[in-house]
């Protein structure tokens, strides 16, 4: 028993060496970085805490959801209209309401869309998606379609001492890097849990899970709460980072754009939820700028769809299995 143990115990403590270091590279970049490049390793951290709160439905789960902006956008909206006006909130409670609200939404959409399957299941998500949409873009509740900014950003004081200003850019992104990392491990606990594991047989086989006496449903459920709950700080650290939000970002666009980053990166692995959103976030940059790729630059959504096309027919795993492929092409 001990030897196969420790085989195993071996695997996953070495499962740990990459993410842990990633981490401490990213911790000591600040002192290396550009004004420009830490604002885009920031936008890039956001969108992989994105990515991977969308991976605990689709790789996880087995559940499509073409609703997600929706938490993302009410997680920003809920911390610039909680702000108003007035003085920088308290991060302490603003980042759990923002959490909070983005979970409740999820809550309700998550009872009535999850009595759906398949082709279904997905255009409801959407359906709910775009009525929250058009409640921030049709109506005067928060700018209509034209945003609204954020004026004071959130700070954490302790004793009358400010611990943390989120208006501090290297606050803000060590911040950020903190939320990623508290993110991946969670989301790696919840796999290696029970309850990842019955996630994992209701992806493979749903039937067969109820009929071995696990109340499918609640699993479900609990497991897409946790993600709209998760698209909510990514929500919340959007909008601190940008000062403001527009309806945009609760749009299917945005919903397909996360998508796009998990198939590029490799759905079923966390590593590559956040390889994704790596890749296709550079990808975006560099195909819309002028100086790198000239006219191309106006019609980047064209050269970045083909080059997600040839990706995905070069490797259908997603980047996390080039690694994979490049050792079988050695070994041909």
Known sequence: MA??????????????????????????????????????????????????????????????????????GIGAYVTVLVTGDGDARSLLWLAP????????????????SLRTKGVYFIMVTLAFAQMAYFVFHDTKLAGGSDGIFLYAKPVL???GSTLLDLDNKRHLYYTVLAALVGTYALLAMIQASRFGHALAGIRVNEQRMRAAGFATYGYKLAAFVIAGALAGLAGFLLAVKDGAVNPELLSWHESGAVLLMLILGGIGSLRGAVIGAVAFTLLK??????????????????????????????????LVGLTARLRGAGRG
């Not at 996953?12 to 390793?41: E, I, K, N």
């Not at 439905?57 to 087995?62: I, P, S």
């Not at 050269?303 to 490797?315: D, H, N, P, R, S």
């Open 285 to 318: 940059e560099l195909f819309q700028s002028e100086a790198l790729v000239g006219p191309l630059a106006g019609h980047w959504q064209l050269t970045l769809g083909f080059t997600i096309i040839a990706f995905v027919a070069w490797l259908p795993k997603g």
């Open 3 to 72: 030897a196969v143990i420790a085989p195993a115990t071996t695997r996953a403590s070495r499962g740990w060496v990459v993410p842990v270091t990633v981490a401490l590279v990213l911790a000591f970049l600040p002192a290396v970085l550009t004004p420009y490049t830490q604002d885009l390793v920031v936008k890039i951290a956001v969108f992989a805490i994105f990515a991977l709160s969308l991976e605990l439905l689709v790789g996880v789960t087995g559940l499509v959801s073409l609703g997600h902006a929706a938490f993302l």
């Open 97 to 112: 309401l923002a959490i909070a609200c983005a979970a409740a939404y999820a809550l309700f959409v998550g009872a009535l």
């Open 157 to 159: 004081a302790l004793g």
